[in-house]
Nanobody, 128 residues
């Protein structure tokens, strides 16, 4: 059973930074795509960034490109999302997700249904 546990959310002023963590357990390294999604009140959940575990290739949504960095510590089985230059529009519940999928799918920004495993979410609030 794969388990994902997020941490690191909080409140910050616009322009500030936060780092989210996602501790993963219960899976063997392989063709896994690990990613971050977010959902703001009244909006659909959207993909933010993905990383393909085999080679570390990354995908970013246009809205966060250049501001957010996804990374993974293999030794700790932990996924990170470094968020810089935060904006009020980044306010949302952030979810860690994982799933087995092809490299090409992971790097295209796959939809929610492609991911099999989800964390419980961590809230990020950015004030102006």
């Amino acid at each position: 059973q794969v388990q994902l546990v997020e941490s690191g959310g909080g409140s910050v002023q616009a322009g500030g930074s936060l780092r989210l963590s996602c501790a993963a357990s219960g899976y063997t390294d392989g063709r896994y795509c690990m990613g971050w999604f977010r959902q703001a009140p009244g909006k659909q959940r959207e993909g933010v960034a993905n990383i393909y575990t085999n080679d570390g290739s990354r995908y970013y949504a246009d809205s966060v490109e250049g501001r957010f960095t996804i990374s993974r510590d293999n030794a700790k089985n932990t996924l990170y999302l470094q968020m810089n230059s935060l904006k009020p529009d980044d306010t949302a519940m952030y979810y860690c997700a994982g799933g087995l999928m092809r490299y090409s799918v992971c790097l295209m920004g796959p939809a929610e249904y492609e991911f099999n495993y989800w964390g419980q979410g961590t809230q990020v609030t950015v004030s102006s």
